[in-house]
């Protein structure tokens, strides 16, 4: 791998998107803020303005860093420069990861601290948090992977729609795994077997996906 | 060290509609090739292959000594690639994406870009989403001129420019083409544009290279020849001959293959010699296209660079 040229590539990325990332980690902040309000209100708000707020990060990114490069045209530009390929998927999983890991990290962390400092949510909803933030996570990564592999705002769109409305599907069928949903309501976290499977099959998912993606990459004969 | 700028050899890649068959193509160091073909008659697909961004399906290719698309990465330090569908980020400024280019190449010129940036008028500050086409154009040239690169690779640089843009493109890279080390694929279908810039001239068409000959050879080889006959005067099937048009008493010839004898070769059939008129490049390269087209479909095959049946 050209590790020059591939932080050359990210630095494009943040470069050119450092202002609407920059608002993002602002809501994120706000939503942190409401979040340790002692108000049921503010947590609500806190909680769907962070999770909004990573959910529009992942579609930004997967839109600006990788839609717009075929649709603007500079992708010609990119590939001009000295690059491979498989140089050019590298710069885009590295972008779409950490430019998504940041706001997530934050959302997770925020989200476990509150339902640990507050004396009216239970600690058993760490668990079942924990397993929904992640399945953001691996939706982000279904998405950029499609898009990169597909090239195509079409299925783009499409991977993003399905997964915005599989969330609250894969919250109803979360809450009611056993192991999971007994548990939710307890006033202590249970980190059972059934949560390390569930945490364990999103990881792999996340791995596989990646790993089908530099596959399919390296298989490709036309980039542009 | 080879001395070829780029070999190609027996590159082929077919798509659903469209198949570009057995390219044979080569540059010498210190040369400039024109590349002339219609709309889709492969010299996109062509260039992209040589960048290593298209794989072909057979063949052989070597940019600088590189095998493509293997050693792209180390052939492209050396390539100076811009596209008419090329853009530059439309957010960043012309001097965001000259210090971008200064951070990657080392051989980056700061001052011949600077000069780039006087003559082309551009002015650094502007963000690309504000420039015109012809702008864009030249601050896309801007990134790959002062890159001083050994190989030039211009895919219909100058299409869409207005005639002003179009001189100082030209006039831009007449001046790189003062540099005897520096080796230029400029593909286009405009012929003038070509005319005035290459000394080898290649024309493809329907996937097929049908020529490619040094510019000189070119225009010295093809003639129109304007006779006067008789309705008794039976003209030979000559060699070279692409097109032989008769009505009434006159008769016009195009010819690829023009020596002083092929006139005595008609007046001695009894023709009388009108004019024998010098023939522009686009004339031949319509004319060789034509011919070329005629030879597939009368026969299924291609002709080779001497008119004779493949």
Known sequence: MNALMIKKLVSIDWYLNRLPLTIYAIVGLLALVLLNMPSIAAFYVGTVLIVSAVIVVGSHLVFVTLVRDRKSQTLAFVMSLPVSFMDYTMAKVITNLVGFLLPWLVLVLGTLMVIHTSETIPNGLMPFSVILLLELFVAHVLVFTVTLVSESEVWAIVVTTICNISVSLFCFFVANLV?????????????????????????????????????LQSRKKDFI | ??????NLSGVSKTYQHFELSDINLQLQKGSVMGFIGANGAGKSTTIRILMGLIHADSGEVNVLGHHMPKEQVSAKWKIGYASEDMRLYDKATIGWHMDF???????????????????????????????????????????VLARRPQLLILDEPTTGLDPVARHEVLNELMDVLLDDERSILFSSHNTGDIEQLCDQITFIDKGRIIQSQDKETFLDSWRRIRLDINQDTILPKLQGVVEQR?????????????????????????????????????????AEVQSSRQAVNAYGKTTDSKGAIA
């Open chain 2, 1 to 6: 060290m080879s001395d070829l700028a780029f």
């Open chain 1, 179 to 215: 192991g999971i949903g007994e548990h939710m309501q307890a006033t202590h976290a249970v980190f059972n077997g059934t949560f390390a499977a569930v945490i364990a099959i999103e990881l792999l998912c996340i791995i596989s996906l990646i790993t089908m993606t530099f596959i």
């Open chain 2, 101 to 143: 280019m200064q951070s990657i190449y080392a051989d980056w010129d700061a001052d011949y870009a600077k000069m780039l940036l006087q003559r082309f008028d551009l002015i650094p500050q502007q963000a690309i989403k504000g420039l015109s086409h012809g702008q864009r154009v030249k601050a896309g040239l801007l990134m």
């Open chain 2, 246 to 286: 008769q009505s009434g008493h006159q008769a016009v010839i195009t010819t690829k293959l023009f020596d002083d004898q092929l006139s005595e070769t008609y007046q001695k059939c009894g023709a009388v010699v009108r004019a024998v008129e010098v023939m522009t490049l686009e004339e031949i390269f319509v």
